[in-house]
């Protein structure tokens, strides 16, 4: 009597994080275990996941490209979608990366990332049977398994998966807190695809972006990218700190946007976009440069910071709110604060100081007077605290930050 060889459905999904560089094998994988033809596909590195009855596909970025210009805020994305964390990692190598140093070098970084016990829910998904047998010596190195894309692989990932328990995070490079925030926010915000464009059952959804900027915009040279690190201090005791290019200089240093990510500091991930001057006539190609800046400036998802530089206002400076609210497409005012740098300079109170001054007055006043004094050669972390603090809505967006009463307790 034919049997039939399918098991019995599970009463839970397994959840599943496909890892490695983008390549075809990863998206095939992907679709094989969802029974979906065309799901995942390299047209995007974004972070995509795919759901059918059994399981939760995350096919995650490419975490191994030393180009990736934010892994942390992709690494807490793929953490809170997975949360608490997957059943089963499969690293996908592809035919050109099967040699056992890129292999163990994966390996290595995974386990740096997500904590050394990941092996044990880590399959090796290799592509093809030599390479299976020439590393079958990772399994006793490592205790990972080795598998790969054949016709088994669902019924395989079930066996793979260790007595169905999820993996959990060790937390040592990001906090719970944050991970879970953004699992919530981004709950919020899942884009579904049209019914049309779905299998049956299927659900797609790439991760939305909605990190809190802070956005650097100024002239060159008033301390737009000293200012953007004396913020990212506030998260960097611990971590990688992450610094801007600022120095002296007739020309630019900034040439194009650049934003880094805190995940430490506010509570929540936060992201900190240091910016050219558009307006400069060395800038080359600023067209490419507003739209990038575009990304980070939405109403709503950023506060400006339009960093001045004290003593060095001039009626040169008047236009520049108009000039970059036309640029942007938004009134930038209502979520700007003004930022004069130099603050090591100031010699009198910063009211005297604004009012002594028609051009900077102006801009303040239409700014509803949110004026801030950096010294941006201070180690302290006070002057950023309360920089912060300025924040419009400050207390809805960080409202942990909000109940801590000491500048210490932001860096807890
Ligand atoms: N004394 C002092 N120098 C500063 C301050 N902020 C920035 N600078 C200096 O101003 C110069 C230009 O700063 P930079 O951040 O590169 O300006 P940007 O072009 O707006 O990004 C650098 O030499 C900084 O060290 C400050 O608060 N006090
Ligand atoms: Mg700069």
């Given at each position: 009597m034919q049997q039939n060889r399918d098991p019995p459905p599970y009463p839970e999904k397994l959840t599943i994080a496909l890892l490695g560089k983008t390549n075809p094998l990863k998206d095939a994988i992907g679709n094989k275990i969802l029974s979906a033809e065309d799901y995942f596909n390299s047209a995007s590195n974004d972070l995509v996941v795919g759901e059918n009855n059994s399981f939760i596909v995350i096919k995650t970025h490419d975490f191994f490209d030393e180009k990736c210009k934010h892994p942390d805020q992709q690494i807490i994305d793929f953490m809170a979608i997975s949360y608490p964390g997957p059943n089963l990692f499969m690293l996908v190598m592809d035919p050109g990366n099967t040699q056992e140093e890129k292999v163990v070098a994966q390996i290595s970084k995974l386990q740096d990332i997500f904590g050394e016990n990941i092996t044990t829910h880590l399959v090796v998904m290799l592509p093809d049977v030599q390479s299976s047998q020439s590393l079958s010596h990772l399994r006793e190195i490592f205790h990972v398994q080795l598998g790969s894309a054949d016709d088994n692989l669902v019924h395989e990932c079930r066996r793979w998966s260790p007595i169905r328990n999820s993996f959990l995070f060790n937390y040592k490079n990001y906090t719970q807190e944050a991970v879970t925030r953004r699992r919530a926010a981004l709950e919020k915000r899942r884009y579904n695809p049209p019914s049309e464009d779905a299998t049956a059952g299927t659900r797609l959804y790439v991760t939305p972006d909605n990190i809190f900027n802070i956005v650097l915009l100024g002239q060159t040279g008033t301390g737009k990218s000293a200012s953007g690190n004396s913020i990212l201090s506030l998260g960097s005791s611990k971590s990688r700190p992450r610094p801007f290019v600022s120095r002296p200089s007739s020309i630019p240093v900034t040439k194009v946007c650049d934003a880094r990510f805190m995940s430490q500091g506010f509570g929540m991930p936060v992201r900190v976009v240091d910016t050219p001057d558009f307006f400069h006539d060395e800038l080359r190609n600023p067209e490419a440069q507003v739209a990038e800046c575009r990304k980070y400036c939405q109403r709503g998802e950023c506060v400006v910071l339009l960093v001045l530089q004290l003593g060095r206002v001039t009626d040169g400076e008047r236009g520049i709110l108009e000039k970059l609210e036309d640029m942007l497409g938004w009134k930038l005012r209502e979520e700007t604060i003004v930022v004069l740098t130099h603050?090591?300079?100031?010699?009198?109170s910063l009211v005297d100081h604004v009012n002594s001054n028609p051009a900077l007055r102006d801009i303040v006043d239409k700014c509803s007077f949110r004026c801030k004094v950096l010294n941006n050669n201070s180690k302290g972390t006070k002057q950023v605290v309360d920089l912060i603090r300025s924040i419009p809505n400050y207390e809805k967006r960080f409202p942990k930050l909000a109940k801590k009463e000491s500048s210490e307790c932001l860096l807890c």
């Open positions: 603050a090591d300079d100031l010699r009198e």
